[in-house]
């Protein structure tokens, strides 16, 4: 299994538009092969947004996410979401050995 970290922060008085669109973009993304594993809003930084999602593979990752960020669900709201992100980071992991999976 491959997990991918996810950190945004946002612009200035963004972030609960982002969310609203975020919640939209939630529903579709099983669809595509995306499995949503959890989200956080983080305590100490106003502005930013912590979420998980995870893929059986690589290789079904960069087919999950491109046939995801073509759909035409996504398509209809991208343009609500990315002016929101002032940050985006992303982290491609997999489980330490032995570490419970989430």
């Known amino acids: 299994?491959?997990?991918e970290?996810?950190?945004y922060r946002f612009h200035p008085n963004q972030k609960k538009k982002f969310l609203g669109g975020f919640r939209r973009a939630r529903r579709f993304m099983?669809?595509?092969g995306i499995?949503?594993?959890a989200a956080w809003e983080s305590l100490d930084r106003e502005d930013e947004f912590i979420w998980i999602r995870s893929f059986d593979s690589?290789?079904?990752r960069e087919q999950a996410t491109r046939n995801y960020?073509?759909?035409p669900e996504w398509l209809?709201?991208?343009h609500l979401l990315r002016p929101t992100i002032r940050r985006r980071e992303v982290r491609i992991m997999k489980s330490f050995p032995g570490a419970p999976s989430p």
Request: aromatic share 20%; proline share 0%; net charge positive.
């Open 76 to 78: 209809k709201i991208v």
């Open 30 to 32: 099983k669809k595509y």
């Open 35 to 37: 499995q949503f594993v």
């Open 69 to 71: 960020y073509s759909s």
């Open 1 to 3: 299994m491959i997990y």
């Open 5 to 7: 970290l996810r950190i």
């Open 58 to 60: 690589l290789n079904a």
